[in-house]
């Protein structure tokens, strides 16, 4: 039978790599390179033999033995963790390797598990706002990790310590992060008392976080700026049409980052020209599909997404391909930038100019909010403040006082 690869793999692994060859082209791995995953198996299979390690020994403290000898041996090509994942999630798959070795935690890292399941199953959180708590606990308690073989313990925690770490973390980040934190320190210390790690709920002890509100301007942006920042990647190569169907989205229909990871087959709607986004609090709205946009994702969809068995619309370009996330849009915005020559901004930024725009073209703003899809009027009316000509008709005049 012909070889569909360059590389015989011989021994213990041979048997598998034709199937672990089709394997990784399913991943979206080139036939390049799925070759050289399958030298990364024939390298381990070969240190096998030399080491008499049967298959159902195989661990990831074997693994890494592995790496340590073919970092010492004359091949070129480097094997890490990183290339050997394809290969462990193969062998798992086919039940030829015992599952990934949980590590074991800590009585602190045991406690932030045990909020971590509050958070998300008795507070029903979205992950996003769970892994944010987390986060701030983590920084929190990171003095009160015990020793090995030490228990947890929080009683000494004070309201000063509280109130220092929030003061800390006031220094670096603006009023509304800062805020954020004191909302999510302040749940932390709850559910501390809660369950009893705490004497007394030291919540009520944190001070609010000094701001004013309507005092920002949302940033501004041309819309010049916004079809020069949309178009620079025309004839680029892919994932250029990908690129250029979310920064329509997020420039047309104002979506955040977190929505154009979340849109799935299913949420565009053909024969009524709608979208349906999932947004914010689990809002769910349908807008209108302009014709450009809907152009964009079917341009993307015959020609450039790669064969997955993902819902979602939008994949990472390189193998072994995904679903985007938010950094992976931010990344999108940030390449744009850089072709034409604007700023680096964010993807929120595109959100921004949209409502501005409209602003401009003399939309009120209860329409702006329906487009942004805001609950509150209070998070569109800050637009007004971006329309300086219609502000002057009803600024009123300083008063001269003659001497």
């Not at 692994?13 to 060859?21: I, K, P, Q, R």
């Not at 039940?95 to 598990?113: A, S």
């Not at 001070?207 to 819309?223: E, F, G, K, N």
């Not at 993807?347 to 942004?372: C, D, E, F, N, S």
Request: hydrophobic residues 40%; aromatic residues 8%.
């Amino acid at each position: 039978m012909d070889m569909k690869y360059r590389f015989r793999v011989r021994g213990r692994l041979g048997a598998y790599a034709t199937e672990f060859f089709d394997y990784a082209q399913s991943l979206g791995y080139t036939t390049w390179s799925a070759e050289w995953q399958v030298w990364v198996m024939a390298r381990l299979s070969e240190w096998m033999e030399s080491t008499d390690l049967s298959l159902s020994a195989l661990s990831e403290a074997r693994l890494a033995e592995f790496i340590a000898h073919h970092r010492a041996s004359p091949y070129r090509q480097s094997i890490g963790w990183r290339r050997l994942v394809p290969l462990m999630d193969f062998f798992r798959a086919q039940g030829l390797m015992p599952p990934k070795d949980e590590p074991r935690l800590n009585p602190l890292e045991e406690f932030i598990d045990q909020y971590r399941r509050f958070l998300t199953h008795r507070r029903n959180l979205a992950l996003r706002t769970v892994e944010g708590h987390i986060k701030t606990a983590e920084r929190f308690l990171a003095p009160w990790t015990p020793r090995e073989g030490d228990p947890v313990s929080l009683e000494t925690l004070t309201a000063t310590d509280a109130t220092t770490f929030l003061l800390q973390e006031t220094e670096r980040l603006s009023s509304g992060a800062a805020k954020n934190v004191l909302q999510q320190l302040r749940s932390l210390l709850r559910f501390a008392y809660q369950v009893g790690s705490v004497p007394q709920d030291l919540s009520v002890t944190l001070p609010p976080v000094a701001s004013w509100h309507m005092t920002r301007l949302p940033p501004i942006m041309s819309p010049e700026d916004i079809e020069v920042l949309i178009h620079s990647g025309n004839g680029t190569p892919a994932p250029g049409r990908r690129d250029y169907g979310v920064l329509l989205l997020l420039t047309r229909l104002g979506l955040r980052a977190s929505e154009v990871c979340r849109l799935a087959f299913e949420d565009i709607d053909w024969p009524t020209g709608e979208i349906v986004v999932s947004g914010k609090g689990r809002r769910v709205d349908r807008l209108p599909l302009p014709v450009d946009v809907g152009a964009s994702i079917v341009d993307y969809l015959r020609y450039e997404r790669p064969i997955s068995a993902s819902r979602k619309i939008f994949l990472t370009f390189r193998a072994p391909h995904r679903e985007m996330s938010r950094g992976d849009v931010t990344y999108i915005v940030h390449k744009a930038c850089n072709r034409s020559g604007l700023p680096p901004m964010g993807a929120h930024r595109l959100r921004h100019a949209l409502a501005t725009t409209l602003l401009q073209q003399g939309a009120p703003l209860p329409v702006i909010g329906k487009v942004l899809r805001h609950q509150d009027m209070e998070s569109t009316a800050v637009y007004a403040k971006v329309d300086r000509d219609a502000l002057q008709t009803v600024a009123q005049c300083w008063p001269e006082v003659e001497s």
